[in-house]
């Protein structure tokens, strides 16, 4: 799969085979979020990588839609160093969530909105921010990967030069 299509056909999905990751395609995701950019290269993201079945149901009970965590072989918690930018930790999570598809392996991102609670199941320190928790594993392609959510028109999203304008003619 080349770059442009595991970007465009990513779906964030919730429903998993219990099949394990290899423990090298597992390595070459984590080196695709090593790789993301920080500013002033901070480097301000750590990843902590969850498979213990029990660590995972403890951590799906920190989040309101985060039940999917007990299916998924894998969690994958992007974690920011106090001062770390919410922008540094989305660029590690896309990388590894594409590295992973690129890999035939899907994802969901979770939001822990009990932080101190997946903190304590993480042993993760007070002034850490957990930036989201990536569920991963193999498709169960019983179930369609998208939830059939819409994008908006890119006409929608884009203006041209200021905001608001259209695309020019052959622009
Ligand atoms: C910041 C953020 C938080 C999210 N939190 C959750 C979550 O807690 N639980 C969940 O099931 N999905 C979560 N998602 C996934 C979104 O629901 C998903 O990106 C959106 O519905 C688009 O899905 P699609 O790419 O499959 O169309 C989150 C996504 C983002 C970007």
Same mark, same amino acid.
């Given at each position: 799969? =080349?770059?442009?299509?595991?970007?465009?056909?990513?779906? =964030?999905?919730?429903?998993?085979?219990?099949? #394990?990751? #290899?423990?090298?395609?597992?390595?070459?995701?984590?080196?695709?979020?090593?790789?993301? @950019?920080?500013?002033?290269?901070?480097?301000? /993201?750590?990843? /902590?990588?969850?498979? =213990?079945?029990?660590?995972?149901?403890?951590?799906?009970?920190?989040? =309101?839609?985060?039940?999917?965590?007990?299916?998924?072989?894998?969690?994958?918690?992007? /974690?920011?160093? #106090?001062? @770390? @930018?919410?922008?540094?930790?989305?660029?590690?999570?896309?990388?590894?969530?594409?590295?992973?598809?690129?890999? @035939?392996?899907?994802?969901?991102?979770?939001?822990?909105?009990?932080?101190?609670?997946?903190?304590?199941?993480?042993?993760?320190?007070?002034?850490?921010?957990?930036?989201?928790?990536?569920?991963?594993?193999?498709?169960?392609?019983?179930?369609?990967?998208?939830?059939?959510?819409?994008?908006?028109?890119?006409?929608?999203?884009?203006?041209?030069?200021?905001?608001?304008?259209?695309?020019?003619?052959?622009g």
């Amino acid at each position: 799969m =080349d770059a442009y299509r595991a970007i465009i056909t990513k779906r =964030d999905t919730r429903h998993f085979l219990p099949d #394990p990751i #290899p423990p090298d395609v597992l390595t070459r995701i984590l080196q695709a979020g090593r790789m993301a @950019g920080s500013s002033k290269n901070s480097q301000p /993201v750590r990843m /902590v990588v969850v498979q =213990d079945p029990e660590r995972r149901a403890a951590l799906a009970a920190c989040g =309101d839609y985060a039940e999917h965590l007990k299916a998924a072989p894998l969690a994958i918690a992007v /974690v920011l160093l #106090p001062g @770390g @930018g919410p922008f540094d930790a989305g660029r590690a999570a896309q990388n590894l969530m594409v590295a992973a598809w690129a890999s @035939g392996i899907t994802s969901c991102p979770i939001a822990m909105h009990r932080q101190e609670c997946a903190r304590e199941v993480l042993g993760i320190p007070p002034d850490h921010t957990i930036a989201t928790v990536l569920a991963m594993g193999y498709p169960d392609l019983k179930h369609p990967l998208s939830q059939g959510r819409q994008r908006l028109p890119l006409d929608e999203l884009v203006s041209w030069e200021r905001w608001g304008a259209h695309r020019p003619e052959g622009g």
